[in-house]
């Protein structure tokens, strides 16, 4: 039987909770049985993140920030180690941004010049794809895998494998390809388009979840996340624990 034990839990799948109850949230998240979260906007969040961690025992090892438009990068790795998080994850640089080699290449130099920053921190710098990163091509590769190729080693990826397959490439290749690039993925299930309201539970939908996690050979953190969902989320986020920590789906 498939088990994936410790999954992660991206917090932007419950911001409607958590902006009514912050606290209580995190603990439902907690006795879900989520030991792992990626929260977002987590700078603003600081106070009540510490609580909640010192309350419930979670953690975050990796957190999501807009680390390349922010007006001051130190400030957001101040708050990381604070935090007790590794891995600062930029998860958006506009999709204008990916349609040709040199701004493709000019993004890779300000992750680079990130990740250099970073790691006076003693932090990691990351990126996380959406669907166009994928579907924007340069001469033929994806623009995703231009990316790599001017990126430092020191700078990791976060796939977000749903979205690459929405960006019409099959995720378990794309991850054989990127190799030990690759540290984290969203783990996310639906039907595949780029419809958020089509996402469900991981495991009852079409993605061959158990082939990706196989594909990564360092996969550190595995998130789970829905955009959207059209239903109780917290059922969906439940059932997807369920899935990942004991390879059953909920009927």
């Known amino acids: 039987m498939a088990e994936f034990p410790n999954p992660s839990l991206q917090l932007y799948t419950l911001r409607d909770a ?11 998240v907690a006795d879900i049985g989520y030991r792992q979260v990626e929260p977002f906007n987590f700078v603003a969040k600081a106070d009540e993140l510490e609580a909640a961690f010192a309350e419930t025992g979670l953690v975050a090892p990796s957190t999501h920030v807009g680390l390349l438009s922010v007006p001051d990068q130190r400030a957001v790795f101040e708050t990381a180690v604070r ?4 891995i600062v994850i930029d998860p958006h640089v506009d999709r204008a941004r990916w349609t040709t080699a040199d701004d493709i290449a000019a993004t890779a130099d300000k992750l680079n010049a990130a990740a ?5 921190f003693g932090l990691t710098v990351g990126y996380h794809n959406h669907h166009f990163e994928l579907e924007n091509r340069i001469d033929g590769r994806p623009a995703l895998e231009v990316l ?10 976060e796939v977000d494998t749903y979205w690459a397959q929405a960006g019409g490439v099959d995720p378990v290749e ?9 540290v984290a ?3 996310k299930d639906g039907d595949g388009s780029l419809d958020t309201k ?6 009852s939908g079409s993605l061959p979840i158990w082939s990706i996690i196989d594909a990564v050979p360092d996969l550190k953190i595995g998130v789970v996340e829905l955009d959207d969902f059209d239903g109780d989320v917290f059922e969906a986020v439940e059932d997807s624990y369920s899935y990942l920590t004991t390879g059953e789906a909920t009927a």
């Open 83 to 86: 935090l007790g998080i590794g």
């Open 116 to 120: 250099k920053l970073a790691a006076e």
């Open 185 to 187: 993925i969203h783990i």
């Open 198 to 203: 089509k996402q469900v539970a991981v495991g």
């Open 174 to 182: 794309l991850l054989r390809r990127l190799d030990r690039r690759v």
């Open 148 to 157: 790599v190729d001017g990126l430092d080693p020191a700078v990791v990826l």
């Open 18 to 28: 958590l902006e009514a109850d912050f606290a209580g949230t995190m603990r439902r």
